[in-house]
C-alpha cells in the first residue's frame, strides 16, 4: 500500500473469484475514510466485479459464435462438395446426360436472379440454398434405375418410361430421412409436376407443387431439349425457348418461364449455363 500510496484497498469479487482490487489514496481534504464512504467503494468494488465478470463472458461467447460459424462454413462446404459428387456420379451413368446436373444447376441459379420480389421466395428459409441442392440432387433417384435403361440406345417402351418416372420418387424417399435435407426432398419429389396438374407423381397442379420444384422443371426441360438423345437430335436454343413459351400455363409455372425468358435474354442463360 505504501508503494501504491493507497490508504484504502478494496477486493472485487466475483462469486469466489478474485477480479482485481479498487485501489484508493488520500482524500483531498485529508481526512480519513469512514465506514459509509467504505460500505460505497464495496459495492462499488462489486458492481465492477460483475461487469468485468459480464465482458469476459461476452468475449467468451463472442470466441465460440466465431467458432461455430466457422465450423458451419467448413461443414456446409463439405456438403456442397459431396452433393456435387454425388450429382456427378449419377450423371456419369448416363452416358447422354453428362453435365446435366452442373447445368440445369446454373439454370435454376439464374432464374432465381429474376425472381427478387415473388412472395414465395420468402417461404424458403434459404431460397438459394434449398434450390441448389435441389437441382443437383434432383436427379439422385436415377441410382434406382436399372443401367439397361439409362443407357438404352432407343427409345423407351411405355414400361421402361414407368420405371424412369420413378427416379423423382426414389430420389425423395433417399434423401428424406436426412433431416438437412427434407426439404429439398420435397423439391425432388416434385420436380416433374406440371403446371397443369398432368405431371407426375402427384399430379399436382398450380401453386400447389413447390416453387424450386417448379423451377427445376424448367431448367430441367430446357436442358433437356438442347442435349442431345439416343432417341433424337437436340433442337436449337431458339427451338427449345419457343417451346418452353409454348407450355407456359400447361406444363411449364409462367412466372417461371417469365423469369427464364429475361435470364436468356440478359445472357445468363447461356453464360451460366455452358450448353
Known amino acids: 500500500m505504501d508503494l501504491l500510496t493507497a490508504v484504502l484497498c478494496v477486493p ?26 467504505m460500505g460505497f467503494f464495496v459495492t462499488l ?44 456420379a449419377i450423371d456419369a451413368r448416363d452416358q447422354y446426360t453428362h453435365g446435366h446436373t452442373e447445368r440445369v444447376t446454373n439454370y435454376c441459379l439464374s432464374i432465381a436472379k429474376e425472381l427478387d420480389g415473388v412472395p414465395e421466395v420468402g417461404h424458403y428459409k434459404n431460397f438459394r440454398e434449398t434450390l441448389q441442392i435441389s ?11 436399372p443401367d439397361y435403361i439409362l443407357s438404352k440406345n432407343g427409345k423407351l417402351t411405355p414400361e421402361e418410361y414407368e420405371e424412369i418416372k420413378k427416379h423423382s420418387i426414389i ?17 425432388v419429389r416434385h420436380h416433374q409436376e406440371c403446371y397443369d396438374g398432368s ?27 438442347t442435349t442431345n438423345r439416343p432417341y433424337r437430335k437436340k433442337k436449337t436454343v431458339e427451338e427449345a425457348v419457343r417451346e418452353l413459351k409454348a407450355k407456359s400455363g400447361t406444363q411449364f409455372d409462367p412466372i417461371i418461364v417469365s423469369a427464364f425468358l429475361l435470364a436468356y435474354e440478359k445472357g445468363n442463360i447461356l453464360n451460366n449455363g455452358k450448353p
Open 12 to 37: 472485487c469479487y466475483f462469486k469466489r473469484d478474485l477480479l482485481g482490487i479498487l485501489v484508493l489514496g488520500e482524500k483531498i481534504s485529508g481526512e480519513a475514510f469512514n465506514r459509509e464512504e
Open 45 to 88: 468494488a462489486n458492481d465492477a466485479a460483475m461487469a468485468i465478470a459480464n465482458a469476459q463472458l461476452i468475449e467468451n461467447l463472442q470466441q465460440k459464435i466465431e467458432e461455430v460459424k466457422e465450423l458451419y462454413v467448413r461443414e456446409h462446404r463439405i456438403f456442397i462438395h459431396t452433393s456435387i459428387a454425388l450429382a456427378a
Open 135 to 145: 437441382a443437383l440432387l434432383h436427379d439422385v433417384g436415377k441410382i434406382g434405375i
Open 171 to 187: 430420389g425423395a424417399a433417399i434423401l428424406y430421412p436426412i433431416k438437412e435435407l427434407s426439404d429439398v426432398a420435397k423439391e
Open 199 to 225: 405431371g407426375y407423381p402427384d399430379g399436382l397442379a398450380g401453386n400447389d407443387i413447390p416453387l424450386v420444384a417448379r423451377i427445376i422443371a424448367v431448367a430441367d426441360a430446357f436442358d433437356a431439349m
